[in-house]
Every structure is written in structure tokens, then in C-alpha cells.
């Protein structure tokens, strides 16, 4: 793997310093969006095995990364991720914003993929600009965070704020040098971890109802669980139903990071769903 960190990563010299922005310019589009704590280094697996043929955009969301003084909200997530895409699409679309010109206008289909509180960003966005999104992609997200589903989201916001950060910094990058030994787990720990941002985000997504934001999106989705997931799996089938054009995919041995416990397996269904989202294209 390169040792250059994502958020480092040699792109367009004109690229927003809110994200990392590799690949051929009018390839179909990626955009990453990293889960809670994590930064956009969380996807260095997925920007290298993508970056020669695809456009892959890998943000930082709010509280965050290179954003860790700012607050985390979710519409202050979804626009980020909305600028970020806008930024690519536009030039191609006579710098009219994405969201007016409409997805027909855009010469190659945009794939959002979003693990954990990406995830939920994702269907966010989905919700709100259709227009912007061929495919989803939705990745260890389906805990509907509503009702009593939502004590876990803010028990865990507690704790976070709790915790004293340089402990449970250390201890975080312990986990992630054990769990993923060698360059990538220390690329991921150089980063840092948003112990505040997390708190925000968790906060931000109690009493949300993402199975209605789901729904409303008419393009296809793929759901993505490890199949050793055992904080999402229960609540994926509710997710399927919901959506008008789904599929779901369990990852063999995954846990809740599944694009890091299976890194080719992941990329590979995120390649399978640009090629779809580039066949309809062409079928339309």
C-alpha cells in the first residue's frame, strides 16, 4: 500500500483541503464517507484500488479530520458531501450545481459509499438530492436509531464524552494497530480519532429515522454487513424491505469495519455497482 496518508494524497492541485480528490477527471464518480471518530484515512484500501479508473472523492466530515473544530450536524454533513460532489460535477454540467442540472446531465454516474456514520450521511443525502446519487451504497448502518433504538447511540455519546481523551485515544489506536497490523492500521491511528466530533455525531443521529430517508430514494442501493456485525444485522432486513431497488451482501468473517476486515471484497462490490450504475446509464 502507498505510505502517503489519504488525507495527503497527491491529487488536483485545485482540490478542496475538506477531502482528497484522486483519479481520472470524468470517470464514474466514488465519494467515501468515513464512520464516526475516523477521518477520510479510514479508506486508503478503497482510494488506491480505485484511483486508476475511477474518480474517488474521499471527505472529511465535520468534527473530524482535517474538521475536528468544527461541530458535527447532519444537514452540516450532507452539505459538505453535496459540495464536494458539486465541486467534480459542475464543470462538466457548465458549472450549473448538480442538484439543478440532474443526474442525466452528468456524463458518468456517482456511487456514494458510507460505512457506519457514513452511512447514515449517505442516506441523507440520498434523501434530500436524488438527483445527485446513481447508487448507494450503505455499509454497516442499519440500526434505526429511533425509539428505544436510540440509547445505544447516546449511551455511547455519553461515554465518549466521559472518557479522557488521551486514554481512550490510546487505547483506540491500540485496537485498530492490533486489529489491522502494518501500514494501514498505523495510517489510521496517525490520523487521530474525533472524540468530540463522535459525540456530536452520535448525538446528531438519535430519533433520526433513516428507513424513511431510505425510501425515499428511488435509485438502487446495496447494503453491506459483516456478517459478524452483530450490532446491525439485526435491523438490515427492515432496511431491504424498505428500499425500492435493494440488494443485501454479507461479507464472510467481517465485523463492523468491513471495508478494512475485507478490503478486496469490499472494493470489488463497490466496483460492481459502478459497472451497473454504468450499464443503466447507457440502457437510459
Known amino acids: ?72 450536524t447532519l444537514p452540516a454533513a450532507v452539505a459538505l458531501v453535496r459540495a464536494a460532489i458539486e465541486a467534480e460535477v459542475a464543470p462538466s454540467t457548465g458549472c450549473v450545481p448538480a442538484a439543478v442540472a440532474g443526474s442525466a446531465s452528468r456524463p458518468a454516474p456517482t456511487v456514494i459509499v458510507g460505512l457506519s456514520l457514513g452511512g447514515y450521511v449517505a442516506m441523507a443525502l440520498a434523501a434530500e438530492t436524488p438527483s445527485l446519487v ?33 486514554r481512550f485515544d490510546r487505547l483506540s489506536a491500540s485496537v485498530i494497530r492490533r486489529r489491522y497490523p502494518g501500514e494501514l492500521g498505523e495510517q489510521i491511528a496517525a490520523a487521530g480519532f474525533a472524540r468530540h466530533g463522535g459525540a456530536e455525531a452520535l448525538r446528531s443521529l438519535a430519533g433520526e429515522s433513516f428507513l424513511e430517508r431510505i425510501a425515499a430514494f428511488p435509485g438502487s442501493v446495496v447494503l453491506v454487513n459483516g456478517q459478524r456485525d452483530l450490532a446491525m444485522r439485526p435491523g438490515e432486513r427492515r432496511f431491504l424491505a424498505a428500499t425500492r431497488r435493494g440488494r443485501l451482501v454479507h461479507l464472510p468473517g467481517a465485523f463492523h469495519l468491513s471495508s478494512l476486515d475485507r478490503p478486496g471484497a469490499f472494493t470489488a462490490i463497490v466496483r460492481s455497482a459502478v459497472d451497473e450504475a454504468v450499464r443503466a446509464r447507457q440502457s437510459a
Open 1 to 72: 500500500m502507498a505510505a502517503t496518508r489519504p488525507d495527503a494524497w497527491p491529487g488536483d492541485p485545485v482540490a478542496d483541503p475538506r477531502w482528497t480528490a484522486v483519479g481520472p477527471a470524468g470517470a464514474p464518480l466514488v465519494v467515501l464517507i468515513h464512520p464516526t471518530r475516523l477521518s477520510r484515512a479510514f479508506w486508503a484500501p478503497q482510494l488506491e484500488a480505485l484511483a486508476p479508473s475511477h474518480r474517488v472523492l474521499a471527505v472529511d466530515l465535520p468534527g473530524h479530520g482535517r474538521l475536528a473544530d468544527e461541530h458535527f
Open 134 to 166: 446513481d447508487t448507494l451504497i450503505v455499509a454497516g448502518a442499519t440500526a434505526e436509531p429511533t425509539g428505544p433504538r436510540a440509547h445505544p447511540f447516546r449511551l455511547l455519546a455519553l461515554a465518549l464524552d466521559r472518557g479522557r481523551s488521551t
